[in-house]
T-cell receptor
Framework: DAGVTQSPTHLIKTRGQQVTLRCSPK?????VSWYQQALGQGPQFIFQ???????QRGNFPDRFSGHQFPNYSSELNVNALLLGDSALYLC?????????????FGQGTRLTVV | QQQVKQSPQSLIVQKGGISIINCAYE??????FPWYQQFPGKGPALLIA???DVSEKKEGRFTISFNKSAKQFSLHIMDSQPGDSATYFC????????????WGAGTKLIIKP
């Protein structure tokens, strides 16, 4: 079992550009959640996808959007990048009912906005 | 905005010593309080969690102590080992209808051999 895999591992983008990050959940999991972890901070919940729909959302602007595919994999899209979007973006997978208690995290994508 | 306050920000402990990290939270909508461990270049991994129908939970060298009246909980690492060197995060439930956790800012723990 490969666990939760994220791609790419590192990414450098220019302010104003758009970025897409990808996540493949752990085998058997049907729910994907995305988190932003700024340097020296704890992860902040962005949103959660289940059955190809956004089910919950944290306090993030509409520039942050996502998608879940029929195979449960997911994408995080960020438009009009700001310098403050530089962070480690984490994907966590779980079963829907275990999203809080049994989430497995990927290694993250380090996004740098210049 | 609801916060989870974690302390200390960093901690250095001698091998074999006890590491203690503290967390304070605000009102919560449900009862589940986890600690996560994160190594450099890795995502967080669940270390231990407590549902406060008990005041303490122990798993090996790791213990959560919970004080519901004070809205505080702590992580104790007994016989700390160099392999325990990592960043530790506590998390607590939000106080509204959203079924989500709010994370502390983390404690960087270094165990000196």
């Amino acid at each position: 079992d490969a666990g939760v895999t994220q791609s790419p591992t590192h990414l450098i983008k220019t302010r104003g550009q758009q970025v897409t990050l990808r996540c493949s959940p752990k085998s058997g999991h049907d729910t994907v959640s995305w988190y932003q972890q700024a340097l020296g901070q704890g992860p902040q919940f962005i949103f959660q996808y289940y059955e190809e729909e956004e089910r919950q959302r944290g306090n993030f602007p509409d520039r942050f959007s996502g998608h879940q595919f029929p195979n449960y994999s997911s994408e995080l899209n960020v438009n009009a990048l700001l310098l403050g979007d530089s962070a480690l973006y984490l994907c966590a997978s779980s079963l829907y009912q275990d999203f809080v208690t049994e989430a497995f995290f990927g290694q993250g994508t380090r996004l740098t906005v210049v | 905005q609801q916060q989870v306050k974690q302390s200390p920000q960093s901690l250095i402990v001698q091998k074999g010593g006890i590491s203690i990290i503290n967390c304070a939270y605000e009102n919560t909508a449900f009862d589940y309080f986890p600690w996560y461990q994160q190594f450099p270049g890795k995502g967080p991994a669940l270390l231990i969690a407590i549902r406060p129908d008990v005041s303490e939970k122990k798993e090996g060298r790791f213990t959560i102590s919970f004080n519901k009246s004070a809205k505080q909980f702590s992580l104790h690492i007994m016989d700390s080992q160099p392999g325990d060197s990592a960043t530790y995060f506590c998390a607590a439930p939000r106080g509204d209808s959203n079924y989500q956790l709010i994370w502390g800012a983390g404690t960087k723990l270094i165990i000196k051999p």
